[in-house]
């Protein structure tokens, strides 16, 4: 009894000195629409413990994040370890957070609370920050503006090194909505504008024009005319949005230049699908400075999509080219099925208006491209039975986890979607194996490898956008080689047995030939 009472009286003094602070942080989901989480933090006095809520789920890269910005604070402020830390979470649809945006507001609440002053609750920030108070950008800006904005908030922060894609969407969303977006570069800058309403040592969003200057020192390499194709349409549809451009928002140009002239020069020197990834991302900005928003507008895009996954879908039913472009075309296929069905179901949404045209946008250029790559016929002798019997036997093999990536395959797999199915049992075994050998065979091996090149020889991207990429091009040819080599053994086992049916057959017949041979001409001897 005295026991528990000494317990009560401890934890009863321990609130006493505690102290909480709470921050909206914006999010984006799955279906990339934004949404803001609260997230409270409490210190209470004790050894230094940090403790997380469940449910929500917190997952491990918020979790690490959550670390670093402890770290950074407590190089700071040693006083850290003398309290405890109880991390919760609190939306109604949120059953999971994770990611490493969330870094910056995490640091902004834990030093207000060893300093115990107030924070302007009406002020948004995203931003990833490591041990060493380093601002790295992070992603969904525009998503986590708009989410902002309908929540009443005052103003964003984000990382000044944020992609100049975002900062374009950003500043037509700020103007058009009169909701300032601010860019920062250091975590002292931010705190002060959290606890002290300055402004002095933060900016209003700025734009600069790409830097394709890595492009021009690339060698060139081997590239598909097939998916060239794609990406020369891609191209055409690009230059032909820069005349709006021109005329409406001049202050773009540089920036929109500069993408058109590197996706140029990267699609001449053969890294086609590099060339399409920038042209991908950019005409999703584009489409938010040239729609009307109109309801006409949008129901002709729904119109266009639907059909055009119609077709896939019927392509995709009699398909007759390789594996890889199976692979390829369904997973865009897929992606846009997901996302048109996501704007639909959302559509009475007011935020959804303003994600309309790069959802519809993206659903389109998702689909035109699989519809092109399920007409890539090479007359094999392409078997989708076969292709299911061998995602069924690779999700057997990792039956017992149940990773992310798995969980999706295993999605994809029930709704009969085996080329998508695949796709992501590519991208799991590719977190298992080091590449060990780049001799690359086939297409869509050698343009992901080669897409890696680029990344690697770009600023903006670096190292470890290499190696996620490279290990999935490697894991890709190690799977279509497994695939085709199991095909191969049925194709000989076929023939072997084949072959043994015929030679029985012939030893049967010369059994019979040869009894018959022996009574006739014994007969004929007797006689």
């Not at 934004?34 to 403790?51: D, K, P």
């Not at 894609?165 to 504008?193: A, M, R, T």
């Not at 230049?257 to 053969?270: D, F, M, P």
Request: charged content about 20%; hydrophobic content about 35%; aromatic content about 14%.
């Amino acid at each position: 009894m005295r026991h528990n009472i000494f317990l009560f009286l401890t934890l009863f003094l321990s609130l006493i000195y505690s102290n909480s602070v709470n921050l909206d942080l914006p999010a984006v989901s799955s279906e990339n629409i934004g949404s803001l989480v609260n997230l409270n933090i409490t210190a209470i006095n004790g050894t230094g413990e940090i403790y997380f809520s469940i449910p929500p789920y917190v997952g491990v890269s918020y979790q690490e994040s959550y670390t670093q910005a402890f770290n950074y604070i407590k190089s700071q402020n040693k006083n850290l370890e003398n309290y405890d830390f109880y991390i919760t979470f609190s939306n109604e649809k949120t059953s999971l957070v994770e990611g490493a945006s969330g870094g910056v507001a995490t640091a902004v609440i834990i030093k207000s609370l060893m300093e115990n002053v107030p924070v302007n609750e009406s002020i948004i920030i995203t931003g990833e920050i490591n041990s060493m108070g380093n601002i790295l950008p992070v992603g969904g800006i525009p998503e986590k503006l708009i989410a902002s904005y309908f929540s009443n908030k005052s103003m964003i922060l984000i990382p000044s090194s944020s992609s100049v894609n975002e900062k374009v969407i950003c500043e037509k969303l700020s103007e058009g909505f009169s909701f300032p977006v601010y860019e920062y570069d250091s975590f002292n800058s931010v705190y002060d504008v959290y606890t002290k309403n300055s402004l002095k040592d933060i900016n209003l969003i700025t734009l600069s024009k790409d830097n394709f200057s890595n492009v021009y020192n690339l060698p060139e390499v081997e590239t598909h005319t097939f998916f060239n194709v794609i990406v020369f349409d891609m191209l055409t549809s690009y230059n032909n949005n820069m005349v709006s451009l021109l005329q409406n928002y001049p202050q773009f140009m540089p920036y929109f230049n500069s993408i058109q002239e590197g996706s140029s020069e990267l699609y001449n020197k053969g890294y086609s699908y590099s060339a399409g990834n920038e042209l991908f991302l950019t005409l999703e900005t584009i489409s938010y400075l040239t729609s009307s928003y109109s309801d006409d507008e949008f129901t002709s895009k729904e119109d266009d999509v639907y059909n055009c996954l119609e077709r896939t879908k019927k392509n995709l039913d009699m398909f007759e080219g390789t594996l890889e472009y199976y692979i390829a075309s369904e997973v865009r296929y897929v992606k846009a099925k997901d996302t048109i069905d996501s704007y639909v179901n959302e559509s009475d949404k007011p935020s959804i208006r303003i994600y309309a045209p790069a959802l519809l946008l993206r659903s389109e250029l998702w689909c035109v491209s699989a519809e092109s790559m399920s007409t890539y016929n090479k007359n094999t002798d392409f078997d989708r039975e076969k292709v299911k019997s061998f995602v069924e036997n690779k999700l057997i093999l990792y039956s017992g986890n149940f990773s992310s990536l798995l969980n999706t395959a295993r999605q994809y797999y029930a709704e009969g979607y085996y080329g998508a199915s695949l796709n992501e049992i590519i991208s799991y075994e590719a977190e298992l194996f080091n590449c060990t050998d780049y001799n690359f065979t086939y297409d869509w091996s050698k343009m992901m490898y080669n897409h890696a090149v680029y990344l690697n020889s770009s600023d903006k991207y670096g190292n470890n956008s290499y190696n996620e990429i490279s290990r999935y091009a490697c894991s890709y040819e190690r799977i279509l080689r497994e695939y085709d080599s199991l095909n191969e053994v049925k194709k000989e086992s076929v023939f072997d047995n084949t072959c043994m049916g015929v030679c029985v057959l012939l030893i049967f017949i010369l059994f019979i030939l040869s009894i018959l041979y022996y009574v006739l001409n014994k007969g004929w001897i007797n006689g």
